[in-house]
């Protein structure tokens, strides 16, 4: 005897609907969503996620196209469905300025947003860049602070996170030194100092910093998949074997590389990882989100596992804007 198909269980169903959407956000202007950040604002209880605004379905010629990019921002109430909310206005630029990776921390009831800025539009990636700092009280308007002195004459992608002794690290790439990882320390988020490299073994981009497991982990876009680095003190880093997203996925959209990653842990053990693809190998790009956990010592990403996708701003670390 045949018979059809048969409905879903009601656990199955409800299963089904927390497994996270693919792709998680596709951006409806420009479609080239990249260096994802995902935080919760506990005064409007929304999920906020800030990214570079590629202009990938323009003709520029070279690669102009990943410059005169602005801030995209969008909003959700899950963390699931994105709304939309144009781009981030940031005082004191001109029309047609470049604005990469921005990284958003929170602190004593402030937003501090550290984002990298280029004056105007190239076709190749000569030129200078530099770490600029905007403080905020609601996500909404921005006030400069400074243009941090890193000594570097093309710094970009900065990451942050508080040291075990209370003050404050920044990783970011420094594309004057060969593209390796270098670091600067602050006591409150404003004055920023060079401390030296961190991670000098190869050309990389795109940090992002984070306790998971009882250790610290680093995770960098190395072009050919997710270099991860492990710490115990957030000073001595040591390169795990197996990189992250290093072939493509099969989930929609995300049949490719994965690149330039933020994490967003829930609690000691589980965390999220946004980041962008190439879908098809063009100019196109979305925004992803799988599962994060340590499994025998190494920080483990597969991305094709199905996995219960609700973040909980209860779990999330409280310089994301959370309550952990």
């Known amino acids: 005897m045949t018979t059809g198909p048969t409905s879903p269980t009601p656990q199955a169903a409800a299963a089904e609907d927390h497994r996270a959407p693919a792709p998680l956000f596709a951006d409806p202007v420009f479609d080239g969503p990249t260096d994802p950040t995902v935080v919760f604002d506990p005064e409007s209880a929304l999920w906020h996620l800030f990214y570079t605004q590629?202009?990938?379905?323009?003709?520029?010629?070279?690669?102009?196209?990943?410059?005169?990019?602005?801030?995209?921002?969008?909003?959700?109430?899950?963390?699931?469905?994105?709304?939309?909310?144009?781009?981030?206005?940031?005082?004191?630029?001109?029309?047609?300025?470049?604005?990469?990776?921005?990284?958003?921390?929170?602190?004593?009831?402030?937003?501090?947003?550290?984002?990298?800025?280029?004056?105007?539009?190239?076709?190749?990636?000569?030129?200078?860049?530099?770490?600029?700092?905007?403080?905020?009280?609601?996500?909404?308007?921005?006030?400069?602070?400074?243009?941090?002195?890193?000594?570097?004459?093309?710094?970009?992608?900065?990451?942050?996170?508080?040291?075990?002794?209370?003050?404050?690290?920044?990783?970011?790439?420094?594309?004057?030194?060969?593209?390796?990882?270098?670091?600067?320390?602050?006591?409150?988020?404003?004055?920023?100092?060079?401390?030296?490299?961190?991670?000098?073994?190869?050309?990389?981009?795109g940090p992002t910093v984070f306790p998971l497991g009882g250790v610290y982990w680093m995770v960098t876009d190395g072009w050919s998949g997710l270099l991860v680095h492990r710490s115990t003190d957030l000073e001595h880093w040591h390169r795990q074997p197996v990189p992250l997203l290093a072939g493509p996925g099969r989930r929609a959209f995300d049949e490719a590389l994965g690149h330039h990653a933020m994490a967003l842990t829930q609690g000691p053990d589980e965390g999220f990882l946004y980041y962008f693809t190439h879908p098809g190998g063009g100019r196109r790009s979305t925004v992803q989100v799988a599962r994060l956990h340590v499994r025998d010592g190494w920080l483990r990403c597969e991305r094709d596992e199905p996995f219960d996708y609700r973040p909980d701003p209860a779990k999330a670390p409280a310089l994301r804007g959370g309550g952990a």
């Open 54 to 205: 590629r202009r990938a379905n323009t003709a520029d010629a070279g690669v102009a196209w990943v410059h005169g990019t602005e801030i995209g921002r969008a909003t959700s109430p899950d963390g699931r469905e994105w709304t939309y909310r144009g781009t981030v206005s940031l005082p004191g630029t001109a029309p047609g300025d470049t604005w990469w990776a921005p990284e958003l921390v929170r602190h004593d009831g402030q937003w501090h947003m550290y984002v990298t800025y280029l004056e105007g539009v190239r076709e190749d990636w000569t030129g200078p860049a530099e770490i600029r700092h905007y403080t905020s009280a609601d996500l909404e308007d921005w006030i400069f602070r400074s243009t941090l002195d890193l000594d570097s004459a093309r710094a970009i992608d900065a990451t942050v996170h508080e040291l075990p002794n209370g003050k404050w690290r920044m990783w970011f790439k420094d594309e004057s030194r060969e593209s390796r990882i270098h670091t600067a320390d602050s006591p409150d988020l404003f004055s920023w100092t060079p401390t030296g490299p961190a991670v000098t073994g190869q050309a990389q981009e």
